[in-house]
């Protein structure tokens, strides 16, 4: 019930801020559509805590903003190495691995990683992901093993 209404409210106010606020036309069309959208939602039967994550903001937010500074230092590093007279990169294929409980976990993680500039996650595999680094200096385990945790907490409440 929680997650229903959540995601109706978040899908409201997404519409009214994007619409604007005092059309009488538009916030008529935009409850429709979350009408619709929720009858969808219900019927298919996906609406869980993975399709409303909005319960889990209080731990979310915190991460985005971490993960913010970790892609803030990464252009930095990717700066660095573009702007060097001489060419000195090595292109690196690593296979990561991946504690994670929840599909939300994996997908976050995948993304962040892809999100973070240097390095591309290209294959999904049950335990691992494979991911593409421009310089073997972005392929720390440690580095990679730090996100997965902080991904995890974000998502699963640290069960992984």
Not at 30 to 49: E, H, N, P, Q, T
Not at 108 to 115: G, K
Request: aromatic content about 10%; proline content about 5%; charged content about 20%.
């Amino acid at each position: 019930m929680i997650y229903g209404v959540s995601l109706s409210l978040v899908l409201a106010l997404l519409w009214w801020v994007l619409s604007g606020y005092d059309k009488i036309t538009l916030l008529a069309f935009g409850a429709a559509s979350v009408v619709i959208a929720m009858v969808l939602v219900f019927r298919m039967r996906i609406l869980d805590r993975e399709t409303a994550p909005f319960v889990r903001l209080p731990t979310l937010i915190p991460y985005y903003i971490w993960l913010g500074g970790e892609i803030a230092k990464a252009n930095f590093d990717v700066i660095r190495a573009a702007l060097k007279p001489e060419i000195d990169i090595t292109p690196r294929l690593v296979r990561v691995p991946v504690k994670a409980d929840t599909d939300l976990s994996r997908c976050i993680f995948a993304n962040s990683i892809t999100l973070t500039p240097g390095t591309v996650t290209v294959e999904i595999e049950d335990d691992a992901f494979l991911v593409h680094a421009l310089d073997t200096s972005f392929t720390s385990p440690d580095g990679f093993a730090e996100m997965n945790l902080h991904a995890a907490r974000a998502t699963d409440g640290g069960a992984s």
